[in-house]
């Protein structure tokens, strides 16, 4: 099946660990993104990539880090430096046609720090 | 600033009821509008309007952008206890995409 699947589900850390969420893509998509949805806020973009080793920061990419060393896995660090890290986490993947435009999404992750 | 607004922010109707949810935008290189429904997790895709005036319809749902007013508005007929979600509404720019917050509908039976 093709689609877009993100691990774990739910995780935990302690305040002042790096943890690092993961994202593969099995779509043959180039370009791969990350959202942050807090309550009330909508998703936030925190990076996107349009190609392989090529990234770009979003609106609020202050605290994490990517890498994008394979056109399937864009995986995410939310870094001791993020200072409200717990949120759901939202990858999500995109091709580009003339006139479409679709990011299909993960299932998310629930990252609870304390 | 790019801003992009959904009103109203949550909404309680009751079966068979019609809804209309409002996206108002601010966005510098628009290239469309984009409507998604979030039940639990990840958001599917609804509708992608890019020019005005022309109504994309699926069953009791339908969708229309006014790209001089700078709005969308996404109609959902005869609703259903199932069609209870958040509905977001996103524009494309050149690169990303900015999200609105959301509307949280709720329909009781």
């Known amino acids: 099946d093709g689609g877009i699947t993100q691990s774990p589900k739910y995780l935990f850390r302690k305040e002042g660990q790096n943890v690092t969420l993961s994202c593969e893509q099995n779509?043959?998509?180039?370009?791969m993104y990350w959202y942050r949805q807090d309550p009330g806020q909508g998703l936030r973009l925190i990076y996107y990539?349009?190609?392989?080793?090529?990234?770009q920061k979003g609106d609020i990419a202050e605290g994490y880090s990517v890498s994008r060393e394979k056109k399937e896995s864009f995986p995410l660090t939310v870094t001791s430096a993020q200072k409200n890290p717990t949120a759901f986490y939202l990858c999500?993947?995109?091709?580009?046609?003339?006139?479409?435009?679709?990011?299909?999404f993960g299932p998310g992750t629930r990252l609870t720090v304390t | 600033e790019d801003k992009v607004v959904q009103s109203p922010l949550s909404l309680v109707v009751h079966e068979g009821d019609t809804v209309t949810l409002n996206c108002s935008y601010e966005?510098?290189?628009?290239?469309?509008l984009l409507w998604y429904k979030q039940e639990k997790k990840a958001p599917t895709f609804l509708f992608m309007l890019?020019?005005?005036?022309i109504e994309k319809k699926s069953g009791r749902l339908s969708s229309i952008l006014d790209k001089k007013e700078l709005f969308s508005i996404l109609n959902i007929t005869a609703t259903q206890t199932g069609d209870s979600a958040i509905y977001l509404c996103?524009?494309?720019?050149?690169?990303?995409?900015?999200f609105g917050a959301g509307t949280r509908l709720t329909v009781k039976p």
């Open positions: 990539s349009q190609i392989v080793n090529d990234f």
């Open positions: 890019t020019s005005s005036g």
């Open positions: 999500a993947s995109s091709i580009w046609r003339v006139n479409a435009y679709e990011q299909y």
């Open positions: 966005v510098t290189n628009f290239r469309s």
């Open positions: 996103a524009v494309v720019r050149n690169n990303d995409m900015r």
């Open positions: 779509l043959n998509h180039d370009a």
